[in-house]
């Protein structure tokens, strides 16, 4: 409600399995909201570099198998999808608030893969950008020092004040 409160919002139902539905004033505000997507709920959207993907993982497949260590992927940038430059493969991501960011993975793939069988390969992992998450609540947008699950203990009040000790 936070984010189109203002624009139109009137309600948000939720169903058992996950899925939430939004009722808007008027469809020219609704249709907005969709084209003005994509929104993520419960994770970030990030863009990253992967580095180190095997010639034989460049495609749609590799590269989702690849990505999905790191996140949901999203889209791969044109000269990532034409293939146009291979030093490394930059990819939109969606990233869960819950799971740590990688810096690096090892790729191991079996038979139905990308790779020769058994053969094991470490991809390296560089973000553009990372989004502050907080280590307590397991949320984007502040870090552990702005919790505001975590209250303080005493809070200072003006007209306390301490007996004296002799």
């Not at 899925?19 to 084209?35: N, R």
């Not at 990505?67 to 291979?86: C, F």
Request: charged letters at 25%.
């Amino acid at each position: 409600m936070r984010i189109w409160g203002n624009h139109g919002l009137l309600e948000v139902l939720a169903n058992d399995k996950g899925f939430y539905f939004f009722k808007f004033s008027d469809d020219e505000t609704s249709s907005k909201v969709l084209e003005a997507g994509p929104w993520l709920f419960s994770g970030r959207m990030v863009c990253v570099k992967l580095f180190n993907i095997p010639h034989e993982c460049w495609n749609e497949k590799g590269l989702s198998h690849i990505a999905s260590a790191v996140g949901k992927l999203l889209y791969a940038d044109s000269l990532t999808e034409s293939m146009k430059r291979i030093s490394f493969a930059r990819v939109c991501i969606e990233i869960d608030a819950s799971c740590d960011l990688v810096d690096s993975f090892d790729l191991f793939m079996g038979d139905s893969s990308c790779l020769e069988h058994g053969e094991n390969m470490e991809i390296l992992v560089e973000y553009q950008w990372k989004p502050k998450r907080c280590a307590e609540c397991k949320c984007f947008g502040h870090s552990i020092t702005n919790c505001p699950k975590l209250k303080p203990l005493l809070s200072p009040s003006e007209n306390v004040s301490a007996p004296k000790l002799n």
